[in-house]
């Protein structure tokens, strides 16, 4: 019989996007530096857990506090309890602004609005995601080079 970790789920039925946890794995690391499937794999599978670890403190500071809907400031008291304290100001930064993009929509943000994206224009905004967050990690907020292909969208 399959552990059950997650309520109603299979340890199989839960992972993240491969291919993007991929490559944020690619792009985090300097471009000599190869990384060996089992290690990216392990890597994708310390992200699941991570998040597991962080949702079900979430669940018990929320649960603490007789609530039924596990909101932010719950995750950042688990993030304290589990002793992630270092990541704590970055994660309230980056949930402040999350929020600051999300009030275009009352459903939800820009992605709500009935506009749709061209692939090009998904594409491009990932891309920038990635930098931002890389740029986080990194301690820094440096613009990474855009490719010849970005540029020649941009004309």
Same mark, same amino acid.
């Given at each position: 019989?399959?552990?059950?970790? /997650?309520?109603?789920?299979?340890?199989? =039925?839960?992972? %993240?996007?491969?291919?993007?946890?991929?490559?944020?794995?690619? @792009?985090?690391?300097?471009? =000599?530096? &190869?990384?060996? $499937?089992?290690?990216? =794999? %392990?890597?994708?599978?310390?992200?699941?857990?991570?998040?597991?670890?962080?949702?079900?403190?979430?669940?018990?500071?929320?649960?603490?506090?007789?609530?039924?809907? /596990?909101?932010?400031?719950?995750? %950042?008291?688990?993030?304290?309890?589990?002793?992630?304290?270092?990541? /704590?100001?970055?994660?309230?930064?980056?949930? @402040?602004?999350?929020? %600051?993009?999300?009030?275009?929509?009352?459903?939800? #943000?820009?992605? #709500?609005? #009935?506009?749709?994206?061209?692939?090009? @224009?998904?594409?491009?905004?990932?891309? $920038?995601?990635?930098?931002?967050?890389?740029? &986080?990690?990194?301690?820094?907020?440096? /613009?990474?080079?855009?490719?010849?292909?970005? $540029? #020649?969208? @941009?004309?």
């Amino acid at each position: 019989m399959e552990p059950m970790d /997650i309520v109603g789920k299979s340890k199989e =039925d839960v992972s %993240l996007p491969k291919a993007t946890m991929f490559k944020i794995i690619k @792009e985090m690391l300097p471009p =000599d530096v &190869r990384v060996a $499937r089992d290690a990216q =794999d %392990l890597l994708v599978e310390c992200c699941v857990e991570f998040i597991n670890l962080i949702s079900s403190e979430s669940n018990e500071v929320c649960s603490q506090e007789e609530k039924r809907t /596990i909101a932010p400031e719950h995750v %950042l008291k688990a993030l304290e309890v589990l002793g992630f304290h270092d990541y /704590i100001e970055e994660v309230y930064a980056a949930y @402040e602004q999350h929020k %600051l993009e999300t009030l275009d929509s009352p459903k939800g #943000g820009k992605w #709500g609005s #009935g506009a749709e994206m061209t692939e090009e @224009e998904a594409l491009a905004e990932q891309q $920038r995601m990635f930098a931002e967050a890389r740029a &986080r990690m990194n301690g820094g907020m440096t /613009i990474p080079k855009q490719s010849e292909s970005d $540029r #020649g969208l @941009e004309s």
